[in-house]
């Protein structure tokens, strides 16, 4: 490689993100508002922000669509029942991943994260999709990557960070619907170089620790593990994402995101093509277009086994600002010893049948090794409470449930579950979740209670006994509209029927 070739690609790697609009065929799955101008980096930044506030202010949302996949699940013979077991067994790798993060964490301190530059003038939307198609819990987001833009479906992740894709030439890789990402064939593919700031912010491979001989050439291994059976290794690179405009014909495109471009991929991701992270940390997706579209995302998950699609918008949704049931929940502060990926809220305790039950409030608080609190989670699909909290809540249910559900024991992971068959409506006590500042999160029963079969019913809640860790998992979540608001530092949540947002 010549020398002005290297000090071009380091140009390229170093260059910053931004955006640009086009006025290519629309991609199918994503949209973008009416509203639309080219997005400019510059140092003029008081005049720029004014013009981009105004901007703001008359700007709709922009948005991605996201489905939850359950067409697979039908076609494979795999039941409500099969679906639900498998995830629950996912969940625990998935918490126990989140345990150990959370240890090292404590032992490292928290990384410093990248600050927002400033907000322009638009938000981006994606399509949401559920994930029991292709046999997960998970919720897929479509994104279109590379130059020309080719769609993959992502698995959507708010308690990870790194964004990735299986990759060509792909060593060791599950299978996937569709092709994997090809980089050769992408115009717009550039390698993160190991002297990169950005390649401090993954871990190197542990079967072959990185070297860096030269800064500005050589590329950046990355090795990322969610569990047991779950993890990616390839090179931290940078590429084009795109996104529909609503405007006919209009898309725009966002230059230099980093992620991963996987060789090695192994674990229980079902089909999808890889993972977008939504986590706080710097390399998230969120937290690199925070810069581009504002301190806000959303999302509203689609009801489990909907074939329906739903939204993430990153930006301010000013649909949901102007809900009148919309509330807000501080997020706790991060300690130095708690994982900086998580979004952890400050709960006070349960209620069941509209009564607080007696959980000692040690239980909810973080302790200094890092450990305890609770997160809001999209890519758990059940919620989780330490295992004491969740006798005390399981024993309420069972109280408080009406004699005449036959109760069924020995039912496997899940309790207590019960006979309802020929019941087409079952009451069930109320749940809610109350936070210290005050809000109270109430759920419809739908939310909490599964119907595995037409005669089971199960709750949907279990104990995480080898973690002090509560999660408000996305089952939890389905039908309400649940913002990230990072410039208040707060949750903020809405009932809303997603299909229709």
Known sequence: MTKITSVL?????????????????????????????????SGCDGKLLAEEEELARRSPSLKLHMNHRSAADAEAGRTRKDSFLDSAKKDAIRIDTMHKRVAQSGKRGAQASSSPRRALSERLVATVESGVAIGSGEYLVDVYVGTPPRRFQMIMDTGSDLNWLQCAPCLDCFDQRGPVFDPAASTSYRNVTCGDKRC????????????????????????????????????????????????????????????????????????????????????????????????????CLVDHGSAVGSKI???????????????????????????????????????????????????????????????????????????????????????????????????????????????????????????TDGAMWDFPAENYFIRLEREIMCLAVLGTPHSAMSIIGNYQQQNFHVLYDLQNNRLGFAPRRCAEV
């Not at 993100?17 to 639309?36: K, Q, R, T, V």
């Not at 500005?216 to 996104?243: H, I, M």
């Not at 949901?320 to 130095?336: G, R």
């Not at 999209?378 to 249910?397: D, N, W």
């Open 9 to 41: 690609i380091f140009l390229l790697v170093l260059s910053p993100l931004h955006a640009s609009a086009n006025s290519s065929a629309p991609l199918y799955g994503i949209e973008f508002p009416p509203f639309n101008t080219a997005v400019a980096d």
């Open 200 to 299: 401090g912010l993954v871990s190197p491979p542990t079967a072959a620790p990185r070297t860096c001989r030269r800064p500005r050439g050589d590329p950046c291994p990355y090795y990322y593990w969610y569990g047991d059976q779950s993890n990616t290794t390839g090179d931290l690179a940078l590429e084009a994402f795109t996104v529909n405009l609503t405007a006919a014909g209009a898309s725009r495109r966002v230059d230099g995101v980093a992620f991963g471009c996987g060789h090695w991929n192994r674990g229980l991701f079902h089909g999808a093509a890889g993972l977008l992270g939504l986590g706080r940390g710097p390399l998230s997706f969120a937290s690199q277009l925070r810069a581009v579209y504002g301190h806000a995302f959303s999302y």
């Open 313 to 435: 918008v990153f930006g301010d949704d000013n649909v949901l600002l102007a809900h009148p049931q919309l509330n807000y929940t501080a997020f706790a502060p991060t300690a130095a010893s708690s994982a900086d990926t998580f979004y952890y809220v400050r709960l006070k305790g349960v209620l069941v049948g509209g009564e607080m039950l007696d959980i000692s409030s040690e239980t909810w608080g973080v302790a200094k090794d890092g450990s305890g609190g609770t997160i809001i989670d999209s890519g758990t699909t059940l919620s989780y409470f330490p295992e004491p909290a969740y006798q005390v809540i399981r024993k309420a249910f069972i109280q408080r449930m009406s004699k005449t559900y036959p109760l069924i024991a020995d039912f496997p992971v899940l309790s207590p579950c019960y006979n309802v068959s020929g019941v087409e409506n079952v009451e069930v006590p109320e749940f809610s979740l109350l936070f």
